[in-house]
């Protein structure tokens, strides 16, 4: 929940029942994806607006009974080449801001926590690997789906679970993810993630969460059974307090 000098807003950073739009953005990356979206939506319009109006007055103008005999024209130059040029432009220009994105989402900054996720059939175990003293004292858990009839008031169905993964908000952070077992996906929609996790192969993202907040995520690889009961929570928290919980889960 954020305060404004005229009302409160309330993040939606959980999928909503017939939502049609995205999650709000809470890195830079995914508002850069939510604003090439719109942009790119943006010339479809046009497209769409153009050609149906191509089409609708070749109806009205070509019909039999206003045009009894038709045209015996093939090729328009003077249309075409200004119609080609236009539609390859538009790619062009579309083609400068994807790429832009694509490259700003595969740099890689110096990460201050390193988080790393390993897919288990059917519940996720985090991994905080820049704490651990060994193997055996390292800090980690299994983050399991909360059922129904355990969920607390006010809390999201087969989107909630019992350990959440806790970082620090305007932190860089990388995350490591691969897989026990079958394939899976990491996907959490307002940090703009879907990182594969596979089977003897670690993928690595890199982000920085600009808020604080949680973030609901789940699975998005078909990988069996219970493939919907995958879910992942992400919760951002300040600085001192992500520091106070580390510490605690240490002691």
Known sequence: MKNTWLFPIAFRDAAEPWQLGFQDAAILMMQGIIDLHH?????????LIFASWML??????????????????VHGTTTEIPRTILFSII?????????????????VVDPAVTIKAIGHQRYWIPYYSD?????????????????EDELELGSL???????????SAKTHLRLIITSADVPYSWVVPSLGVKCDAVFGCSNQTSIFIKRKGVYYGQCSELCGTNHAFMPIVVEAVSLDDYVSRVSNELD
């Open 157 to 167: 169905c087969s989107l909630e679970v019992d350990h959440r993964v806790i970082v």
């Open 56 to 73: 609708v007055r070749a109806l009205w103008h070509l019909h039999y009974k206003r045009n009894p005999i038709p045209e015996r024209i």
């Open 91 to 107: 790619p062009m220009f579309i083609a400068i801001l994807f790429f832009a994105l694509l490259y700003s989402m595969d740099e």
């Open 131 to 147: 704490y651990n003293s060994s193997d055996e004292e390292s800090l980690t858990f299994d983050s399991y789906m909360i059922t």
């Open 39 to 47: 942009d790119i939506f943006f010339f479809l319009l046009i497209i």
